[in-house]
Structures are given as C-alpha cells and as structure tokens.
C-alpha cells in the first residue's frame, strides 16, 4: 500500500532532510514519521480525562471539580510537623 507525499516548500523539505540527518540517518520517512508519533503522543496526553468517554462521568450539578476538596491545608502540604 505504498503512499506518496509530495512536499513543495522549501523551507519544510530543508527541516525534514535536516531532521533526517540528525535523527535517522538520513531516512525522510521514518524522520516524518517520528515527528507525527511524538505530536499525536502529546496532543493525545493533554486531552482532558473526563472527556474520554461521554458518560462515564456524573457530576451533580453545582459541583465544581477544580475546587479542592478540602477546606484545611494538610499538614504534609503546608510544611508543618506533627509532633507524635
């Protein structure tokens, strides 16, 4: 199932063979390759949780979830030692 894609800008052709010949030993492909791997990685990790799956999350309305659940600082959080 070979695909071609045809690259015309210069200025992308002079990053992609510069990207080849720094991280794959010249091979274009797998440079390109690499670089949409990483970026659908990242954009995949900063997606928010709770919209991965429509529904598996209720929410009682009037509850904010950015809010902290506690209303005192723990003393772990705060820097101060217990004395036991």
């Known amino acids: 199932m070979p695909t071609v894609v045809t690259i015309n800008r210069p200025d992308v052709v002079q990053l992609i ?3 080849a ?3 794959t030993g010249g091979n274009k492909t797998e440079a390109v ?3 949409l791997r990483q970026l659908m990685d990242r954009e995949l990790r900063n997606q928010p949780l709770f919209g991965a799956h429509p529904g598996s999350v209720r929410v009682a309305r009037g509850v904010d979830l950015r809010q ?3 209303e005192i600082m723990p003393d772990a959080e705060s820097g101060r030692e217990v004395m036991r």
Do not use: S
């Open 17 to 19: 063979e510069t990207a």
């Open 21 to 23: 010949r720094a991280l």
């Open 33 to 35: 390759a690499k670089a």
């Open 68 to 70: 902290p659940v506690l």
